[in-house]
């Protein structure tokens, strides 16, 4: 079993900052990558960012310049560092993880979500 959990999600004025942290657990062999996504409400689930095991790093175009994805590979953790927030940054945000369990099979695993609100 793995298990991702993710933390630090909440209410934040526009142009502040949050700090999402997500950590992966269980019968994990080696992760491959990890990253964030969104979903809000009436819209597709979408990439934030995502980084590889060799340093490869994707950012949505909407996030570039404003976030920062960070890993700790020795904890199999994953950080979003989000700076200038908007109202349209709001949304449910997912760690996801793609590895190789102890048992060599491959899996895309999920967190269960952490709410990000960027209001007034």
């Known amino acids: 079993q793995v298990q991702l959990v993710e933390s630090g999600g909440g209410l934040v004025q526009p142009g502040g900052s949050l700090r999402l942290s997500c950590a992966a657990s269980?019968?994990?062999?080696?992760?491959?990558?990890m990253g964030w996504y969104r979903q809000a409400p009436g819209k597709q689930r979408e990439l934030v960012a995502v980084?590889?095991?060799?340093?490869?790093?994707n950012y949505a175009d909407s996030v570039k310049g404003r976030f920062t994805i960070s890993r700790d590979n020795a904890n199999n953790m994953v950080y979003l560092q989000m700076n200038s927030l908007n109202p349209e940054d709001s949304a449910v945000y997912y760690c996801?993880?793609?590895?190789?369990?102890?048992?060599?099979?491959?899996?895309?695993?999920w967190g269960q979500g952490t709410q990000v609100t960027v209001s007034s």
């Open positions: 980084r590889t095991n060799g340093g490869t790093i």
């Open positions: 996801n993880a793609d590895l190789l369990t102890l048992g060599a099979a491959r899996g895309n695993y």
């Open positions: 269980g019968s994990i062999f080696s992760i491959l990558a």
